[in-house]
């Protein structure tokens, strides 16, 4: 079977995935958007509440500003055959003291090689926060998010470290103005290149 033919039925099991069932809040709603011919992969860290009421990513404040970091508009945001969304946990973790929950652990061992495998046309992806990033970038590559988002230019090739688009994010942009100076530019830059034809 082709990847093309393989993968709507991976979408279909992911979507159906019910593993966590028992440690969720709500009933599991697992939140993905892909096709083969995607050109840029958003990994995130887990849907929080508005996105597990729409079932759309980043349908929420935080994706309205990583949409203004990116330079991406809503309708090529939600395209599929340009733009594939593939949380660290797919599904909503709940809420705890400080915000959301960690993403669930089990999501990303179970499903992210077999989606990654599917996707032959990715050029950039785009780890968004501190799951994505552990999981994704080397070893030892940074002591913590704020390095490992200052030192972009280092990381493997095709792989741009970005921090959550939290409302905090606004805080943590004001700490260190190199983002918005340094950083976006070349995100932007760096996505129009991939989704390009």
């Given at each position: 079977?082709?990847l093309a033919t393989d993968l709507p039925d991976l979408?279909?099991?992911?979507?159906?995935?019910?593993?966590?069932?028992?440690?969720?809040?709500?009933?599991?709603?697992?939140?993905?958007?892909?096709?083969?011919?995607?050109?840029?992969?958003?990994?995130?860290?887990?849907?929080?509440?508005?996105?597990?009421?729409?079932?759309?990513?980043?349908?929420?404040?935080?994706?309205?500003?990583?949409?203004?970091?990116?330079?991406?508009?809503?309708?090529?945001?939600?395209?599929?055959?340009?733009?594939?969304?593939?949380?660290?946990?797919?599904?909503?973790?709940?809420?705890?003291?400080?915000?959301?929950?960690?993403?669930?652990?089990?999501?990303?061992?179970?499903?992210?090689?077999?989606?990654?495998?599917?996707?032959?046309?990715?050029?950039?992806?785009?780890?968004?926060?501190?799951?994505?990033?552990?999981?994704?970038?080397?070893?030892?590559?940074?002591?913590?998010?704020?390095?490992?988002?200052?030192?972009?230019?280092?990381?493997?090739?095709?792989?741009?470290?970005?921090?959550?688009?939290?409302?905090?994010?606004?805080?943590?942009?004001?700490?260190?103005?190199?983002?918005?100076?340094?950083?976006?530019?070349?995100?932007r830059e760096r996505v129009r290149h991939a989704l390009?034809?």
């Amino acid at each position: 079977m082709s990847l093309a033919t393989d993968l709507p039925d991976l979408l279909t099991a992911i979507r159906a995935c019910r593993l966590c069932e028992d440690r969720l809040p709500h009933a599991p709603r697992p939140v993905v958007q892909a096709a083969p011919s995607a050109r840029l992969l958003i990994i995130g860290q887990a849907p929080g509440s508005k996105v597990h009421a729409s079932g759309h990513a980043f349908d929420d404040d935080s994706g309205d500003r990583l949409r203004d970091w990116t330079g991406i508009d809503s309708a090529t945001f939600y395209d599929p055959a340009l733009i594939a969304h593939m949380p660290t946990g797919f599904c909503y973790p709940g809420k705890g003291k400080g915000g959301d929950l960690p993403p669930q652990p089990a999501c990303a061992p179970l499903w992210h090689a077999r989606l990654l495998a599917a996707l032959p046309g990715l050029r950039l992806t785009l780890l968004v926060g501190q799951y994505a990033q552990k999981r994704y970038l080397p070893r030892g590559f940074a002591p913590n998010l704020t390095e490992a988002v200052h030192r972009w230019r280092d990381a493997p090739e095709g792989l741009f470290p970005l921090p959550h688009p939290a409302w905090r994010s606004r805080m943590w942009m004001a700490r260190n103005p190199w983002f918005e100076a340094e950083v976006l530019p070349d995100l932007r830059e760096r996505v129009r290149h991939a989704l390009r034809g």
